[in-house]
C-alpha cells in the first residue's frame, strides 16, 4: 500500500489539473465591476449582440450608485445589493448610459409593477463565460441566465406559492422613452423599446425588438401602465390616478412609456420556469427568427454548456503557462473583456439597419455586421488584437466599416446600432484599416476605404464630419483654441490635432503602400504638425490661440482627472505631450535629444503624471524602449503597472475598460509586446509574463506558421537576450511580419 499511494496521489493531482487546465475557470466577469471600470457580470457569447445583465443600480438606498441619482453607465455595480432583473443587450467599457432593456424579473405573491417595491437583495452571486446566479433574498428565488449570439435563456426556481414572471418595458438605462408591447399567445409577447441619446447626442436613438417566451402556460397573464398624475374632475374617474394600472381583462397589445407585462404561475416548491427571448435591430419577426435559430426548445443547461464551449475555443486561441494563478486569471479575464466588443449587429437571416438611415441591409453568407465601434478606444490596441488572433473577424469588422460608408459617406468615429455619435474626437478607422491591410489581411474594398479617408482628410470643415475643425489643420498644421468646440466638455483643439496627426500618418503608409507616393509625402508632412504646439518653456504641448501664439497663462498639470482645461480632451498636457507616437525621435529632437527625452518621460511616472486609464498616454511606459540602453525602463515599468492597476479584484480595471482598450493593453504586455503606433504594424517588445505564450496564427497570412510561440526563461523584469526563429535578435521594435513569420521567441531574463 506504501508503494501505491504515491501513484494513486499523483493519478489525483493530474486529474485535478486536467480539470482545471479550461481557460475559462481563469476568467473572472466581477472585474471592473467597481471603480467605474463599467464592465459588468452578465452572460453573453463572443462578440455576442445579447447579454444578459443583473440589473442593480436603480430603486433603492441600499445602492452605493444609483442611475437616477447620479450619472452611471452601466447596469451593474459590486457594491449595489438591489436586484430589479435582468436587462438585455448592454454595453461594456462604455462612459455614457445606453441600452441595458427589458428587464425580467420573478417574484412571488401579488403582482407589483414598481421596481422600488418588488425589487430584492440577493446573495450566492456567481458568474462565469456565458453563465450568472444568484438567489432573491425576498422570495426565495434562484435565477440563472445565459445566451446565444442573438438570444437569451433564463431559468427560475421557485418556491411553492403564487409565482410571477415581470417583463419591465419601462426602465432601463437608456435615456431614452417609450415602446410597444403585443400578445402572441398565452405563452408568447413582442414588442420594441427606444433606445439612444449615447453621450449628449439627441437624435442617434434606434429601436430595439424583442420576443420573449416562457416555458409554461401562465394561469394568468396580462399588461400593466403607469397612468399620469390628475387633478380635480379628471382624477375622481381615474382610480389608478398616478400610480400603476394592471390589466386584467386587456390582452391585445399597449404603447408608452412605463408599461410591462405579466405571466403568474401556481408553482410548486423548486418548480423551474424558464424565459426565452431573441432580439433584432430590424423587425419583430427577425426576433422570432433568431429565437427560433438560436434555441430549439427549451434547454437551458445545453445553452449554458454551449456558451461556455464558445468561450473557451475564443481564449483558447491564446495559451499561456507559467506565472501565477493570478496572473493567468488577470491575463484570461482582460482577454474575455477584449471579445465582447465590437459585436454582431446583423440577424440569423443577414439583416441588420443600415447606417443613420431608415433601410435594412443584408451581409453575404458567411459573414457578419458589427457594431459598436469605440475607436478612438479601440483603435489603439484591440483591432490590433484581432488581427493577430481573430483575422476573420476583423475583416468582418473592416468590411462593415466600409459599409458604413457607402451607406452614409463617412467612415464611423463611435458608431452604435447603426447611428454615429460623434463621440471623442479624431479619425481613427484610418489606423484600424491601414494595420489590418499593412499585415496581410485584404479580403475587402481598399480603394472604397482609401476614398473615404481622402475624403476626410481633404473635405473643408464646414462640409467634413470626421473633421470639422480641419482648414487651419491644412493651412497652419495645427488648430487654434478657439476655432471650434462642439462637444460639452469645451476646446478640444489640440487632441483633434493629435489624432489627425495620427491618422494621417496612417494614411501616408497606406498610400505608399498603394502606389500613391505624392499623397503619401503630403499626409506625412500633414502629420508632423504636433511640432506647431511644442512649447520649450513649459517642456509640453501646448494651445495655440488665434494669433498664433502660446495660452497663457498655462498650467501643464491642469487637467487631471478629467477637469475641464483648455486644449485636451480628458486629461493634461502631460498626457498628450508624448502623444507623437509616429514620430517619436523627431519629438526627441524639439526636447533637446534623446537623454532629455527618456528624462522627461521618467518624470512623468516618478511625478504622477501618467494615468493608466486614460488612452493618450496607455503607450508611454513602451517609449524608452526607442532608445538603446533605456529598454530596461520598460520592461520595469510595463511590470510595475501591471502589478498595480490589473487585479483580480471588482476594481482589478484601471478605470473604464473602454470597450476592452483597457484590458487588451494587459494581454498585449503580459505576452510581451504592445502596438504602440496605430497603423503602423509593428510592435515594442517587453518582458513576457509567463514562461510560454501559444498564439494560434492563420498560416496563410503569417508565412504558413500555425503558432507563434513565446517562450521566456530566468528570472527578473528585464530582457537579458532573445532569439527569433532560432537566430540572435537585438532590438526591442519588431514588425508583425517578422514576428509571425519566424514562429518561435525566446527570451531569457535576468
Known sequence: MKRIFPIIATF???????????????????????????????????????????????????????????????????????????????????????LGLVLTMPTMGQVQPDHRIYGSEYTGEHAEPGYYTCDLSAYGIKVEATATTRTSAERYTFPAGRGNILVNLGEGLTNETGGWM??????????????????????????????????????????????????GVEAE??????????????????????????????????EQIELQMGVSFVSCENAWENLDAEQKGFA????????????????????????????KEVFYTALYHTLIHPNILNDVNGEYPLMENDGVGKVPAGHNRYTVFSLWDTYRNVHQLMTLAYPERQVDMVRSMIDMYKEWGWMPKWELYGRETFTMEGDPSIPVITDTWLKGIRDFDIETAYEAFVKSADTPGAQNLMRP?????????????????????????????????????ALSLLAADLGKSEDAKKYYQRSLGYKNYYSTESGTLRPVTVDGKFLEPFDPKQGENFEPVPGFHEGSAWNYTFFVPHDVYGLAKLMGGNRAF??????????????????????????????????????EKVAELLDKHFTTLPDGIPGNDDTGTMSAWAVFSMMGFYP???????????????DSVEITLDPDLCGGKEKLVITTSGTGKRIKGMKLGGKTYGKYRISHKDLTEAGTLKITRR
Open 12 to 98: 489525483a493531482l493530474l486529474c485535478a489539473g486536467t480539470a482545471a487546465a479550461k481557460v475559462t475557470d481563469y476568467v473572472n466577469p466581477f472585474v471592473g465591476t467597481t471603480n467605474f471600470g463599467t464592465t459588468n457580470p452578465g452572460a453573453i457569447c463572443p462578440n455576442g449582440m445579447m447579454s444578459v445583465t443583473p440589473f442593480n443600480v436603480m430603486g433603492s438606498d441600499l445602492n452605493v450608485y444609483d442611475k437616477d441619482s447620479r450619472w452611471w453607465s452601466t447596469p451593474y455595480c459590486y457594491e449595489n445589493k438591489f436586484f430589479t432583473g435582468f436587462s438585455h443587450v448592454n454595453l461594456s467599457g462604455v462612459g455614457c448610459p445606453e
Open 300 to 327: 437551458f443547461d445545453s445553452v449554458r454548456e454551449a456558451a461556455s464551449a464558445a468561450w473557451e475555443a475564443d481564449l483558447s486561441r491564446i495559451l499561456v503557462n507559467g506565472g501565477t494563478q493570478k496572473d
Open 237 to 270: 374617474w381615474t382610480p389608478d390616478n398616478g400610480t400603476y394600472k394592471i390589466y386584467t381583462k386587456y390582452g391585445r397589445e399597449i404603447a408608452g412609456d412605463q408599461i410591462g407585462y405579466w405571466f403568474s404561475y401556481d408553482t410548486a416548491e423548486g
Open 598 to 635: 527618456v528624462k522627461k518621460l521618467q518624470k512623468v511616472f516618478d511625478e504622477g503624471l501618467y494615468d493608466p486609464a486614460n488612452e493618450p498616454d496607455i503607450a508611454y511606459p513602451y517609449l524608452f524602449s526607442y532608445f538603446k540602453g533605456e529598454e530596461w525602463r520598460t520592461q
Open 182 to 231: 403585443r400578445k402572441v399567445s398565452e405563452t408568447e409577447i413582442e414588442g420594441m423599446r427606444m433606445a439612444g441619446t449615447f453621450c449628449y447626442n439627441p437624435q442617434a436613438v434606434f429601436p430595439m425588438y424583442f420576443a420573449i417566451r416562457v416555458s409554461k402556460t401562465p394561469a394568468k397573464g396580462g399588461f400593466w401602465k403607469k397612468q399620469p398624475k390628475m387633478k
Open 469 to 505: 475643425d480641419v482648414d487651419p489643420y491644412i493651412e497652419k498644421g495645427y488648430v487654434p483654441l478657439g476655432y471650434y468646440a462642439a462637444d460639452l466638455s469645451g476646446d478640444n483643439s489640440v487632441s483633434h490635432a493629435l489624432e489627425y496627426y495620427i491618422a494621417d500618418y
Open 676 to 690: 504602440d503606433c496605430p497603423g503602423n504594424p509593428s510592435y515594442t517588445l517587453t518582458t513576457p509574463r509567463f
